[in-house]
């Protein structure tokens, strides 16, 4: 049966590997997220993006100040493989869009996507967090969580109310 030490050091590498991940995340949407406000057509979907952007920013900040505290090395140049396909596919729906509402559509999907991932990514450090002791880091992992919940809670409502309405062509009964 494995020693508690070597349970607690196996938990710590899982913490650490999904905090490392989700940076890496957050820095990839740093510098994908100002492209993809600038193919953006509804001004309430550049104004919301453009609000994730500043969190994002600000997650950063606070998850390079956690490394920093926890003695945690990560480099933030080396490329996240989720995120990268995430892009990739994101880049790709957005060129084939035929019209500004349908890309528009795409890219709101597209983001809530990387947002449902983020929120996943962040419970699973809160979790290991927690079983370790670490209270400042589950709470900072929460915090986080918390941002991406409302964000996607605003997506969703701007979907429904404008974006997704915006694809729906008009009906025409005859007869």
């Not at 030490?5 to 990839?28: C, G, W």
């Not at 997650?59 to 396909?85: A, H």
């Amino acid at each position: 049966m494995p020693s508690h030490d070597v349970n607690t050091s196996n938990l710590r590498h899982l913490m650490e590997y999904y905090a490392r991940k989700f940076t890496l995340v957050e820095h990839r949407l740093k510098v994908v997220l100002p492209e993809w406000i600038a193919l953006a057509h509804s001004i309430r979907l550049k104004a919301a993006l453009r609000s994730y952007l500043v969190i994002v920013e600000k997650q950063v900040k606070i998850l390079e100040l956690f490394f920093t505290e926890e003695n945690i090395m990560y480099d933030s140049s080396q490329p996240s493989r989720s995120m990268q396909d995430f892009v990739l596919e994101t880049n790709w729906r957005l060129s084939h869009a035929h019209t500004d509402q349908e890309r528009d559509a795409w890219l709101l999907a597209s983001v809530c996507a990387v947002n449902q991932f983020k929120i996943n990514m962040y419970e699973m450090g809160i979790g290991f967090s927690r079983s370790l002791g670490m209270d400042h880091a589950a709470q900072t992992f929460e915090d986080a969580g918390i941002y991406e919940k409302q964000l996607f809670d605003k997506l969703g409502k701007l979907a429904v109310k404008e974006i997704n309405l915006a694809l729906v062509e008009p009906v025409h009964i005859t007869g």
